[in-house]
């Protein structure tokens, strides 16, 4: 499986920004990314909504470090 980087680009002066200066921000970014194209790629029939789940627990990580 081929990674991907999210093309998130933030507004405001390099240094200045907050979070969008945190390495661990931005591969929270590309975890977020690679879980939705996982998700993608799961069975149409999977029993469980697991593409649902896997997705919004991606998303979160992105918002607990923002809070």
């Given at each position: 499986?081929?990674?991907?980087?999210?093309?998130?680009?933030?507004?405001g002066?390099?240094?200045?920004?907050g979070?969008?200066?945190?390495?661990?921000?931005?591969?929270?970014?590309?975890?977020?990314?690679?879980?939705?194209e996982?998700?993608?790629?799961?069975?149409?029939?999977?029993?469980?909504?697991?593409?649902?789940?896997?997705?919004?627990?991606?998303?979160?990580?992105?918002?607990?470090?923002?809070?």
């Open positions: 499986m081929q990674f991907k980087r999210a093309n998130y680009q933030s507004p002066t390099p240094g200045n920004r979070l969008d200066d945190l390495e661990f921000y931005k591969l929270a970014l590309d975890v977020v990314v690679n879980a939705h996982l998700a993608r790629n799961l069975p149409s029939e999977e029993k469980y909504d697991m593409a649902v789940q896997i997705r919004r627990s991606s998303k979160s990580i992105s918002a607990n470090i923002g809070e």
